[in-house]
Nanobody, 120 residues
Framework: VQLQASGGGTVQAGGTLRLSCAAS????????MGWYRQVPGKQRELVAR???????RYGASVKGRSTISFDVAGNTVYLQMDSLKSEDTAVYYC???????????????WGQGTLVTVSS
């Protein structure tokens, strides 16, 4: 499995961020895909997740201004975040949870991370 994220960069405060993550390989076993972010010295935190039933969870700090969606045909998960703040500056990681072996815990896959910098 490979996860290829794109769309990071510098965005003005108050602007909109759009990220995409294309998955390849054994994607048929995926349960969920999503986005996490991390700031140096802090734990990685949930941004948003979407599962195979289109059930969605958002992190508390982005809820209400973020939208996650999944394109089945393209095996791509998208994240849009509006009203960006300086505290949204972080490395954003794409994630996939995959149940590949019956009776075993799911496997977690991570993309390479994409830096998002919110400038004031």
């Amino acid at each position: 499995v490979q996860l290829q994220a794109s769309g990071g960069g510098t965005v003005q405060a108050g602007g909109t961020l759009r990220l995409s993550c294309a998955a390849s390989g054994r994607t048929s076993a995926f349960n969920e895909m999503g986005w996490y972010r991390q700031v140096p010295g802090k734990q990685r935190e949930l941004v948003a997740r979407i599962n195979q039933n289109n059930s969605i969870r958002y992190g508390a700090s982005v809820k209400g201004r973020s939208t996650i969606s999944f394109d089945v045909a393209g095996n791509t998960v998208y994240l849009q975040m509006d009203s960006l703040k300086s505290e949204d500056t972080a490395v954003y990681y794409c994630n996939a949870e995959s149940s590949e072996r019956v009776g075993f815990p799911p496997t977690l896959y991570w993309g390479q991370g994409t830096l998002v910098t919110v400038s004031s």
